[in-house]
């Protein structure tokens, strides 16, 4: 059983000492043999600097005066934080289980100077090398650490003691009161979405966040302890002039010296909420790996998703990564940058995260592609688990050789991921190492609609490449499925019935066409463009950049073959889109002569995924008597079957020009009601959860981003913005709204 308690401590005679750097007060001869644990934080929504892991060490008591749990950075050069990183992400380096050792260390006011990062494992037999060496990092086996301060949670089931902390520094505290943190953390007072009810409906009921201390420790908080779950503590240091280290530490030395224990003691996990951050900081909240604490900043403590993602971290997590390779962008995963809203939250983990987790039963499908070539089968989504009443695997994780697996789930937008913010009702495939067993970053490597493939080339480096196809989706029903196969190389084709060579018929290569208009705003050099297919991001089919004229418009067409799905990329350098602050840029992209997105206000990236076919019927071609107008060009052998000739069917195109006109062509809009059509109604205008959650209205969206979202499957299916869709003229089908 552990224990998670959340705690807001007031000590009013503390010393009126308002700047204290930790380093300071540090002896050297106290690093030797630190606990090394990794800090990750959460950016603010929006922002687009990411930062750092963070490497610190836990001072132990002993070595301190007797105080426990204070952290000292590792200052590391570039080179040592990849080093280190490098050994983290191949699980060389647990967050928790290794010690940091030198007899002669060097502390400055940037923490403690690391002179090597070396890496020996406690095994026994390593202790002739550490005896030559000066400064190491020692990794021991899993362990309980508690006693050190440390809480590793192998077992993600039970019950949890947390409490929050609220922090009085001299000259700010956050104005909520005990009893609104309480229920904004733990639904105390009916909060609807939460981190208890989250972490309650992601694992179904098994895994039980408890406010307060674990009755079986002995230990009584009820003197402190003013709301469930909730203390408060006063620091005799102010929040605006001091380091965010130095005031974590301050908050931990006094909670300790009014609990009367060490942290965390009776406690699984502690939670510090400081009024804001006063040193340029970009974060919302950050979190120890496999630790105890975490600390939030002004609001974001109520916001389930930040809640979430920081105790991720505490349970073992790193990050995940989306299609750009950043960090934090996989909006499928909470271990992205996740939901920032504090009753819209339900969204849980990535079928990575899911299976370090373990708590879908024996819903864990594993594949070896070398070994069973071909596999097809139906997963469900966690949202749709119900405690394994299907029978249906939720994840498929396909075995490499190497310890970067590929985990497969089928990311159903209901239940306690109903809210999920990307790829809803899509296949996802991720990518994580540790055989994702073990802290690792995983990244989105596609999502997939029915009929689309994701291709993995030379798989493992074999030479033959594997293709995951999401083969039907249907949600029409409980559970909605997800029908996949896997195919490696050519396992999956059915052999030749006869020892003859079979005829082959003619390919057919059917293209469609595409074109993007630009205008540029004042700054044109700072825009660009591509299209490439969503299965090689790096093979550039068609783009667009050298602008040098602002406020100009720019057309490009060109050909692309029907049959894959692409990815249209627009981008500003800058990080400021094309519109509204330097000009009235825009875009428009253009498929088969109908326009399927219009844009201009992003930050520094905007993606579209299209597929198309033209023309929409393929013509019927003889294998005896080609058309005559297509001359193909076979080169026959007398030891193989006649080659098929490549018909390449393509309208009469018009080559690139420069468009003259200052606006581009307008969508029509939707016809005014006639007397043949129904009779008007009087349509909502209820905004996305997603927009409530920033605070932005139907009302507020530009036409041109109208155009956009009106076409969006999930805006039409729950009739987001209907009426503004309707007078943007990109109204619902059948719906004639009353104005």
């Known amino acids: 059983m552990k224990l998670i308690f959340i705690i807001s401590l007031i000590f009013h005679s503390f010393s009126q000492v308002t700047s204290s750097r930790t380093t300071k007060r540090i002896p050297p001869e106290a690093i030797d043999g630190c606990k090394v644990f990794v800090k990750e934080y959460l950016i603010v929504d929006g922002e687009e600097n990411e930062l750092p892991t963070e490497y610190e060490c836990v001072i132990k008591a002993n070595h301190n005066n007797g105080t426990a749990g204070v952290t000292v950075p590792l200052h590391l050069t570039q080179e040592q934080h990849d080093e280190l990183d490098n050994k983290l992400k191949k699980g060389e380096l647990i967050s928790g289980h290794a010690t940091f050792h030198d007899l002669n260390p060097t502390i400055t006011e940037n923490g403690i100077e690391v002179k090597t990062t070396e890496l020996v494992e406690n095994d026994g037999e390593n202790k002739g090398m550490i005896s030559h060496l000066s400064s190491y990092f020692l990794q021991g086996l899993k362990a309980d650490l508690t006693s050190t301060g440390m809480s590793i949670s192998d077992q993600h089931k039970g019950d949890h003691y947390y409490i929050g902390v609220k922090v009085h520094a001299l000259d700010h505290a956050y104005p909520d009161s005990l009893e609104e943190m309480s229920d904004n953390i733990f639904g105390t007072n009916g909060d609807p979405n939460n981190l208890k009810s989250q972490m309650h409906d992601c694992s179904y009921g098994q895994y039980n966040l408890i406010p307060g201390a674990n009755p079986n420790s002995g230990i009584d908080i009820s ?5 469930s779950g909730m203390i408060e503590v006063s620091i005799g240091m102010t929040l605006e002039g001091n380091a965010m280290s130095d005031i974590e530490n301050a908050v931990t030395e006094a909670l300790q010296e009014m609990l009367g224990f060490d942290l965390p003691g009776p406690f699984d996990y502690v939670m510090y909420i400081v009024e804001n951050c006063y040193d340029g900081c970009s974060w919302a909240a950050y979190a120890g790996v496999n630790h105890w604490m975490s600390l939030y900043r002004s609001h974001y403590y109520k916001y389930t998703g930040v809640l979430m993602h920081e105790f991720g971290h505490n349970l073992g997590f790193a990050h995940s990564g989306g299609l750009d390779g950043s960090t934090y962008t996989d909006h499928t995963c909470l271990m992205g940058n996740p939901l920032f809203s504090d009753d819209i939250g339900k969204m849980c983990f990535n079928p990575a995260k899911s299976w370090q987790l373990g708590w879908y039963g024996d819903a864990y499908a594993t594949l070896d592609p070398t070994v069973d070539y071909c596999w097809s089968g139906t997963l469900i989504g966690i949202g749709e688990w119900d405690n394994g009443d299907y029978g249906y695997p939720v994840v498929l994780k396909l075995e490499t050789g190497t310890e970067d697996d590929i985990f497969i789930g089928f990311n159903r937008a209901a239940g306690p991921n109903a809210e999920n913010d990307e790829a809803d009702d899509e296949v996802t495939i991720i990518e994580a190492g540790a055989n994702g067993n073990d802290y690792s970053p995983s990244k989105l490597k596609a999502h997939l609609v029915a009929g689309e493939s994701y291709t993995f080339s030379d798989w493992s480096g074999t030479g033959n490449n594997l293709v995951v196809t999401a083969e039907e989706i249907d ?9 996949i196969k896997v195919r490696y190389g050519e396992s999956c084709t059915d052999a030749p019935t006869t020892t003859e060579p079979p005829s082959l018929s003619p390919s057919i290569q059917i293209l469609f066409e595409v074109s993007v208009t630009v205008k540029t705003d004042v700054y044109a050099q700072e825009t660009s463009w591509d299209i ?14 050298n602008y040098y004229n602002g406020l100009q418009v720019f057309s490009t067409a060109d050909m692309l073959t029907c049959g894959p799905t692409y990815r249209f990329t627009m981008k500003d350098a800058y990080g400021d889109g094309i519109c509204c602050s330097s000009g009235d840029g825009y875009y428009i992209l253009t498929v088969q002569g109908e326009v399927i997105k219009e844009g201009g206000e992003f930050n520094k990236n905007e993606m579209t995924e299209f597929s198309g076919c033209y023309p929409t ?9 080609p058309d005559p107008t297509v001359a193909p060009v076979v080169s026959p052998t007398s030891s193989s079957p006649t080659a098929a000739p490549v018909i390449q069917l393509a309208p009469t195109f018009t080559p690139t020009v420069q468009i003259e006109t200052s606006t581009p062509t307008e969508v029509s809009p939707t ?5 043949e059509q129904s009779t008007c109604i009087e349509c909502s205008n209820v905004a996305k959860p997603s927009m409530v959650m920033k605070g932005k209205t ?6 041109t981003k109208l155009v956009t979202k009106c076409r969006e499957s999930k805006y039409i299916q729950n009739n987001y913005c209907e009426l503004s869709c309707y007078l943007a003229g990109v109204g619902y089908e059948g719906v004639v709204c009353c104005t």
């Open 532 to 545: 490439t297919t969503i299965n090689d991001p790096s093979n550039v089919l068609m783009s667009g950049e």
């Open 617 to 625: 019927v393929a013509p019927v071609v003889s294998p005896t008597a």
């Open 671 to 675: 016809s005014a009601p006639t007397a």
């Open 698 to 703: 139907c009302e507020e969206l530009s036409e």
């Open 223 to 227: 003197e402190h302890e003013k709301a």
């Open 475 to 483: 949600i029409s029903n409980t559970p909605g499925t997800a029908k």
